[in-house]
């Protein structure tokens, strides 16, 4: 389930009743006591903050408020999980911090850094991966300029002292007008209709130390967050974000237990036992999942020997003993069909 927690819903609100809006006109969107400090441990579903972007949208004229929330947000001012980032090594450690305490805040996505970063123009590439399809819909365009804004805005506000920050940004989506605001708030290229939605940056800039690098508060502010993220993993249901977890490793490495638990800052025992009380394990997440992705395979019309490899089977026949314990036939059989 794709969620935020209150206290990043009621940030975001707060920018936007900032920006004009009345709070009381969207009581009727989430059904909590409108809180300036709600309970952390409480989550609101991700469909909440669509209808506030919708709503913010048509009432404010402005259909650039999912880029003008983030332009207002100041990660410094939000909680531990905003502080941590300038505390960090460098911006490649904030970013790997980043995916480790994310849930925290939202599960909407992850930035990964691209394994094809190009060297030649000496530039680091993070992918925006988010756990939704895009679409058509208005709102969830909102939600990913808000996200992948936020996270460029926050490097370059890392990045104070260096040459160069952010480079480029790439959206999947067409530009809304009018297009000059995009450059006006980021400073630097951005191209629509890409591939994927991504951040370029300066690959020196990336390594260098921060000037406000503090190993020591780093620590204490990790003990709590580290506490909170445990409290996370045991009041949500864990399936789901095992299954977004291999799938995320499938497409680099054999996913297992073990790298999953890592991913999600968990031992293998703690794992076992919270899938365990969800009436579940890894091996069942793990065959489900790669039942989705070879059905997804077949429609698109893949050669079953890359479907084999893409699901980390040792070889054809592998898969087609995999396919006819989960069906009771022969994918060819039923491609056939």
């Not at 890592?262 to 899938?275: A, C």
């Amino acid at each position: 389930m794709k969620t935020l927690s209150a206290n990043y819903y009621f940030y975001i609100l707060k920018i936007i009743e900032g920006m004009g809006l009345n709070r009381a006109e969207v009581a009727h969107i989430v059904p909590l006591e409108l809180e300036i400090n709600p309970d952390p441990k409480i989550r609101i579903e991700m469909r909440a903050l669509q209808d506030l972007f919708i709503f913010a949208e048509d009432k404010l004229g402005d259909p650039h408020v999912g880029m003008h929330v983030s332009h207002n947000f100041r990660i410094s001012n939000y909680g531990y999980a905003g502080g941590i980032y300038a505390m960090c090594d460098n911006i490649e450690h904030s970013m790997a911090l980043s995916r480790k305490y994310g849930c925290l805040a939202h599960t909407f996505g992850e930035f990964l850094a691209s394994p094809t970063s190009n060297l030649i123009n000496d530039t680091v590439t993070y992918i925006w991966s988010p756990y939704f399809e895009l679409g058509n819909d208005t709102s969830l365009r909102q939600i990913t300029e808000c996200v992948v804004m936020n996270y460029a805005l926050t490097i370059n506000w890392l990045a104070w002292s260096f040459p160069e920050g952010i480079k480029k940004i790439t959206f999947r989506h067409r530009a809304t007008e009018p297009i000059s605001e995009y450059s006006k708030i980021l400073g630097c290229e951005v191209e629509f209709g890409a591939e994927v939605n991504s951040l370029v940056l300066d690959r020196s800039a990336h390594a260098a130390p921060l000037p406000t690098a503090n190993p020591i508060k780093l620590s204490k502010l990790q003990t709590t967050l580290n506490q909170r993220l445990a409290a996370y993993a045991q009041s949500s249901d864990l399936t789901p974000r095992v299954k977004q977890s291999i799938q995320k490793i499938i497409e680099l490495q054999r996913p297992t237990l073990s790298l999953v638990a890592q991913q999600l800052s968990l031992s293998e025992r703690t794992l076992k036992r919270h899938l365990r009380a969800e009436d579940t394990s890894f091996q069942s997440v793990l065959r489900e999942l790669k039942m989705e992705l070879c059905a997804g395979y077949m429609k698109e019309g893949l050669a079953f020997s890359e479907i084999a490899q893409r699901l980390w089977y040792f070889d054809q026949s592998a898969l087609t003993r995999a396919y006819k314990s989960w069906h009771g036939i022969a994918p060819t059989h039923h491609r056939k069909n």
